[in-house]
Each structure stands twice: as structure tokens, then as C-alpha cells.
């Protein structure tokens, strides 16, 4: 089983049934002849349409797509991890590793390495700094440049900020403005006070929170519940978060998410069915319940 043995036996009866058939599907490509990446890319897709797909699915699916390959091959290649990425993120599977996803080119002159960031030009105001990897690397290997620390990189609490801080300053060609300078310190504040709390979730978010920072919020809330699906007290609290900030496109997918994860959740799936009518999506029949507003989507 790719999933953990603890976290699917926490599952509900409904949400297993799925489960176990995702599983003998995997367990039937890895065994056939045909295309396996192909094959495997196409079953986890379509179980992600019904189901909210943990991120040991994504993250096995992403090591099965090669990364040796031929230099007239990257384009397309580069397409179908972008694809990975983007809906896996939508299930609350963030991966720091695919900021920066090592692979090789073979070509008449040998062998070259090169990294692709699956994310492509997507910002995400993480506690743990998306570009991590690009600004330590510049650093230390000769083959890569030097990450270019931007205002919105001081504009958020992260691990990272004080390292952004002064490479701001170093390379900037004026100093920094005031009102770049107190968002900075009190950013910095506030990463020192959401990491003092990050063991109680309640005091955490709302810590979060103090950013008045909707997108801060929001990511950071989605990367923790993709690692911990039983923070139940969370999920509510974000939902109601969605619902206090006018975020409804997301209020609408976040619900659609729970009730494709907790399925036998009776009240919350009437929540769902309620919020849905609130915004014109109503009459829905409980086969049609778990899928996506689509009218409601659109890029985050």
C-alpha cells in the first residue's frame, strides 16, 4: 500500500472502498507490460476527480516519470510534471523538492544535469521558503546563479527572511524604502511568535492570521492539513477563515476536498450542498456532491 497503513486505517468505510481500488489498479500496472508513468498518471487523475488524493500518490507518481531523457524530450516532459504539480497542489500536496526537480540530458556530448522547478512561475508565501533551494545554491555552486531576492520575498514571515533581508540590501542599488523596512521587522516578529506556537493549532492559526495576509494564510493552512488530513479542528477553521474573507471559489473547493475525504460527514456535506445553492450551484444530486464547481474555479 502506497498510503501509510495508519492513515488509511483512520479513513472512513467509503473513502477505504476507493482506496482499496486506487491500489489493486497501481498494483495491476506495475505488473502489466504497457506504459507504466502513462498508465499510472491516468489512474491517479481519475481518482483524483472523486476523491481528495493524499500526497504519497503525487509523490509516487512523480518518481516514476523518468528523468534521464532526451534533449528533444524536456518540453514535454516539463508539461507533464507542471500537470502533477498543479493538480497535487490542489490537494493540498505541496513538495519543496520540486522547486527543483534534478534530470539529466543525454545528447552526443554526454551526460548534463540540469534542475526544473514543476511549480514554474508559482508563488507560494511558505513559513518554509519556496526558493530555498535556488538561494542556498546560488551560493555554493558554481553552475548556478545567484537567487535575485525580490520586495515580495520580504513581504511575508519565512524561515529565509533575514537571509532575504540582506541580500536585498547588498544588491539593491537604493535602501530600502520605510515601509519595506517596518513590514520586514514585523514580519520577522510574527515568524518567531507562529513557530513559538506550531505544536497548538488553534494558537497557530491564529497567529497566521496577525499577517492580514489572506494568501499567507491560505498556503501555509494547505501545506499543514496536506501533511496532517485528521487536523479536523483546522479544516474548520479555514473553512470559516474562506467564508469571514469572501474567498468563496476556494470556500466552495475547500468543502468539496473535506467531503471527498470525510465522506461519511453528514453535516459537513450539507454544508456543502447549502454553500453550493448560496452560490447558484444548487439541485445537485448526492452522486454529484463531490465534484468540482466548475464555474466557480479559477487559477489561485
Keep these: 500500500m502506497i498510503i501509510p497503513k495508519e492513515l488509511y486505517d483512520k479513513c472512513c468505510p467509503s473513502y477505504k472502498e476507493g482506496i482499496d481500488e486506487l491500489e489493486q489498479k497501481i498494483d ?10 502513462t498508465k499510472l498518471c491516468e489512474t491517479i487523475m481519475k ?24 534533449a528533444n524530450d524536456v518540453e514535454e516532459w516539463e508539461k507533464s510534471c507542471r500537470k502533477i504539480a498543479k493538480r497535487a497542489l490542489f490537494h493540498l500536496c ?15 556530448d554526454g551526460t548534463s544535469v540540469y534542475y526544473f522547478n514543476a511549480y514554474d512561475d508559482k508563488h507560494l508565501k511558505l513559513l518554509n521558503f519556496q526558493n530555498d533551494f535556488y538561494f542556498e545554491a546560488g551560493k555554493h555552486k558554481s553552475c548556478f546563479p545567484e537567487y535575485v531576492v525580490r520586495s515580495r520575498d520580504l513581504e511575508y514571515p519565512h524561515a529565509r527572511l533575514q537571509d532575504c533581508m540582506h541580500e536585498y540590501e547588498k544588491k ?20 518567531y511568535k507562529i513557530k513559538s506556537v506550531e505544536h497548538n493549532v488553534e494558537e497557530w492559526f491564529y497567529a ?18 496536506g501533511k ?39 453535516e459537513m456535506k450539507e454544508k456543502y450542498k447549502t454553500e453550493m445553492a448560496r452560490f447558484g450551484f444548487s439541485g445537485l444530486s448526492l452522486k454529484k ?4 464547481p466548475q464555474d466557480a474555479k479559477q487559477e489561485r
Excluded at 94 to 108: G, P, T
Excluded at 289 to 292: G, K, L, P, R
Aim: aromatic share 16%; with cysteine.
Design 28 to 37: 495491476e500496472i506495475k505488473h502489466s507490460d504497457d506504459d507504466m508513468a
Design 47 to 70: 481518482f483524483s476527480n472523486s476523491y481528495l488524493t493524499p500526497r504519497e500518490y503525487w509523490k509516487y507518481l512523480m518518481q516514476r516519470i523518468k528523468k534521464r531523457i532526451l
Design 94 to 108: 505541496y513538495s519543496k523538492e520540486w522547486n527543483a526537480i534534478r534530470y539529466k540530458i543525454q545528447d552526443d
Design 172 to 191: 539593491s542599488s537604493r535602501i530600502p524604502s520605510a515601509k519595506l523596512t517596518k513590514r520586514y521587522k514585523e514580519n520577522k516578529r510574527l515568524y
Design 208 to 225: 497566521l492570521n496577525e499577517t492580514r495576509d489572506v494568501a499567507f494564510v491560505a498556503d501555509n493552512v494547505e501545506y499543514l492539513l
Design 228 to 266: 496532517s488530513l485528521f487536523k479536523i479542528k483546522l479544516w474548520k477553521l479555514y473553512i470559516s477563515f474562506l467564508e469571514e474573507h469572501g474567498e468563496y471559489s476556494r470556500l466552495l473547493e475547500v468543502l468539496s476536498l473535506y467531503c471527498r475525504f470525510f465522506m461519511d460527514d453528514e
Design 289 to 292: 456532491i463531490y465534484a468540482f
